[in-house]
């Protein structure tokens, strides 16, 4: 720039300033005018010229490279889909085996000495809502209804343990408190360790005598409806929830029963629901609605016209709003006693009930394989503690869940396990050298003669 001043440049500066003060690289070159000095222009041009070439390059290679990162994220996505659509598969199949596991069939009782009916509506795929009606003896029948705290999958297999224990503890003669007490036995070890708790409602309606014992374990109390009378009476008992302690204190009730009696046993999630404007249920309601239903229907199928009828005025009062909780409803009507006694020797109905256990037994140690195989040792360790606590002597399950406290790192559970394994083991080898491979590896870790588990 010879002969320019100092304030001839600065000048060009100002002016070059200026036309990259509304200049876009991507729309335009850099075009010189009749005011600049041209040498200054030139060699800026030069260099804006080279930056604009840089900045397109940049611009196509992160082109690329976001091609590259939508691809990833489009596998991504599809792994994740794929992934949630084989969860829901999993619920789906979990739901089908818990309403398998409600009353139905040949053990819902068509007897002309009492009435059954119940409904179940879980908020989730599967809920921690449980009833049961188990024949005991020739003619008695216990209604159990339970509520497992929390929701979905965790709650639903712990309501599958409370079933199994229940059917497995209740026996002709056996008090209801006495049978309350064993369950929390079973259940004390896993529930109190996973953090969770039941509430439960135990009643035997003795068909003999006319009368109905019963235990409350924390739940919201039965309804007796006294249907000759019209009146009702709240079926409660002092008691404790099961699972969080290893004893609790439980006392049975017993009440005379007359033809006609209705004994509703419902979750709070009925007299809990609410509508838009935040309003309750309540138990108020729903025994005013029993009562409107109980005298105006004089048919045999009183029950199940009292269940249809809290489900429709529970639609009709939420108004659609969502709930939070599972809702379980189940009616027992006693009608008349029975001609006969019992005689202590097993039923077709107690035969069916005992195949049943078997299988669900089956079901929980399929379940519990399966968690394993995948993986998911602690959703396999409360099943299979589940299994030990229900059958102790059920080999199998207690090696298998050894194999399950290992990987989850509780070495001296897993121990004690194995130890009692090999003692259950008697003339099966197999279980025996399972055993004693598990205990090899918890005393000798770094030995590389041992075989991982699932080799053994």
């Not at 009146?231 to 033809?259: F, H, K, N, Q």
């Not at 199940?304 to 809702?327: H, N, T, Y």
Request: net charge negative; with cysteine; charged share 25%.
């Amino acid at each position: 720039m010879a002969g320019n001043s100092d304030k001839e440049l600065w000048e060009a500066l100002r002016s070059f300033a200026l036309h990259l003060a509304s200049w876009s690289p991507l729309e335009s070159n850099f075009a010189p005018t009749q005011d600049d000095s041209p040498e200054l222009l030139s060699a800026i041009g030069q260099i804006i010229n080279a930056l604009n070439e840089d900045w397109k390059a940049r611009l196509r290679e992160s082109g690329v490279e976001g091609e590259r990162r939508t691809l990833d994220l489009s596998r991504a996505y599809e792994a994740l889909q794929a992934k949630s659509e084989e969860m829901n598969r999993d619920l789906e199949t979990a739901r089908r085996i818990q309403l398998q596991l409600l009353p139905q069939g040949p053990e819902i009782p068509l007897r002309d000495e009492l009435r059954f009916s119940a409904s179940y509506q879980s908020v989730d795929k599967v809920g921690g809502d449980l009833y049961d009606l188990i024949r005991v003896g020739k003619n008695a029948y216990a209604l159990l209804i339970a509520d497992v705290s929390g929701h979905g999958l965790p709650s639903a297999l712990i309501t599958m343990l409370v079933k199994a224990a229940f059917r497995t503890r209740v026996r002709w003669g056996v008090a209801t408190d006495a049978v309350c007490r064993e369950v929390n036995t079973v259940l004390h070890p896993i529930v109190n360790e996973l953090g969770f708790f039941v509430t439960a409602f135990f009643g035997i309606l003795d068909l003999e005598t006319s009368t109905l014992r019963y235990t409350n374990c924390g739940h919201n109390p039965a309804v007796l409806y006294h249907k000759a009378r019209s009146d009702v009476v709240l079926l409660d008992t002092p008691g404790m929830i099961l699972g969080p302690l290893e004893d609790v204190d439980l006392v049975e009730g017993i009440t005379a029963l007359e033809p006609g009696d209705l004994i509703i046993a419902y979750t709070d999630g009925i007299t809990e629901a609410r509508n838009f404007l935040d309003d309750l249920y309540g138990e108020t309601r729903l025994i005013n609605l029993i009562r409107k239903y109980a005298l105006l229907n004089k048919g045999p199928d009183l029950p199940k016209v009292i269940v249809d009828a809290v489900a429709m005025d529970l639609r009709k009062f939420s108004m659609g709003a969502p709930q939070v909780d599972d809702q379980s409803l189940a009616i027992l009507q006693f009608q008349c006693s029975a001609e006969d006694t019992h005689t202590g020797e097993p039923t077709d109905e107690e035969l069916l009930k005992q195949k049943r256990n078997r299988a669900l037994i089956q079901n929980l140690n399929k379940e519990a394989r399966k968690a394993y195989k995948e993986k998911h040792y602690p959703e396999a360790e409360a099943i299979l503690k589940a299994l030990v606590a229900l059958f102790p002597e059920h080999k199998s399950a207690t090696i298998l869940l050894s194999m399950t406290l290992h990987k989850l790192g509780k070495k001296q559970e897993c121990r004690d396990r194995a130890i009692e394994a090999l003692n259950l083991a008697g003339a099966d080898s197999r279980i025996g050298q399972k055993a004693s491979q598990i205990l090899r590896k918890i005393h000798s870790p770094l030995r590389k003669d041992t075989p991982p588990f699932e080799d053994i």
